[in-house]
C-alpha cells in the first residue's frame, strides 16, 4: 500500500489564532508541529467533502491566516486548495493514472474485441500494442491538456503570503505545462511524478509525508 498524506498546513507564527479556532470546525482534529516554519492540522473530514468543514476553512482564512490543504497518494496522485483571505484562491490536481486511463480507452477502440487485462498476462503481442498505444498517449496534445486541466487555478503568487520571492517563482516554474508533461526520451518518464517531491522542497515540507487522520486516529497502526 502507497504513501497517503492529506492535511492543512499553515506557517507557524499563526498557531495561537489556529488553536483558538479549531474547535470551531465542530469535529475531531489533531494538531502537530510540522517543522520550524511549519504547522499542520488534520480533520476528520479528510478531503473537505462537506461544506461546513470549507466554510470553516474559508472563515479561519479570513482572519489573516493562510491554509493550505496538501494532498498526496503515491498511488493516485497530489493536489492542494490554497484559502487566504476568505477565499480559495488557488488549487491544483495532479493525477497519476490518466496516462492509463487515456491509453486503456485508446487500446479499446483499436482492438474492441480483445480483454486488455487478460491479454496483457497472457500475449506479448497484446502487451507491446498497449505500451505503444501508451508511449503515444504520453506524447499527444491531448494527454497535456488533461493534465493542463488540473493545473488552471494555479496562482504561484498567491504563495506569496507563505514563501519568499524566489520560492513563488519556482512554483511558477514548477507548474509549467510543457515542463510538466516532457518526456525523458532515455526514462520515457516526465516531472509529473517528480512534482510533489518539488512542490514540497519549494515550501520546505517534507516532513509532511506518511500522516493522516485516520493514521492518527489509529494510534498509529493503519
Not at 113 to 126: A, C, K, N, T, Y
Request: with cysteine; aromatic share 12%.
Amino acid at each position: 500500500m502507497g504513501e497517503f498524506t492529506t492535511g492543512i498546513l499553515y506557517p507557524r507564527k499563526y498557531e495561537p489564532k489556529v488553536l483558538t479556532a479549531l474547535p470551531q470546525s465542530r469535529q475531531p482534529y489533531f494538531h502537530r508541529n510540522v517543522n520550524h516554519d511549519w504547522n499542520a492540522f488534520f480533520l476528520r473530514d479528510e478531503w473537505l467533502e462537506t461544506h461546513q468543514t470549507v466554510q470553516f476553512l474559508l472563515q479561519l482564512s479570513r482572519h489573516c491566516v493562510p491554509l493550505l490543504w496538501f494532498h498526496d497518494s503515491e498511488e493516485n496522485g497530489w493536489g492542494f486548495r490554497l484559502f487566504d483571505g476568505g477565499y480559495e484562491v488557488s488549487s491544483a490536481t495532479i493525477s497519476y493514472s490518466l496516462d492509463v486511463e487515456l491509453a486503456e480507452a485508446e487500446f479499446g477502440r483499436l482492438f474492441p474485441h480483445v480483454d486488455l487485462e487478460e491479454g496483457i498476462d497472457e500475449s506479448d503481442d497484446v502487451r507491446q500494442k498497449y505500451e505503444e498505444i501508451l508511449d503515444r498517449v504520453v506524447r499527444s496534445d491531448r494527454y497535456r491538456r488533461e493534465v493542463g486541466k488540473g493545473i488552471t487555478r494555479v496562482r504561484p503568487q498567491c504563495f506569496s503570503r507563505l514563501v519568499g520571492h524566489k520560492q513563488v517563482q519556482q512554483i511558477r516554474s514548477l507548474f509549467d505545462l510543457q515542463l510538466l508533461t516532457e518526456v525523458d526520451e532515455e526514462t520515457g518518464s516526465s516531472m509529473l511524478y517528480d512534482s510533489v517531491d518539488l512542490f514540497k522542497e519549494i515550501l520546505g515540507i517534507e516532513e509532511m509525508v506518511w500522516v493522516n487522520y485516520s493514521y492518527l486516529a489509529s494510534g498509529g497502526r493503519e
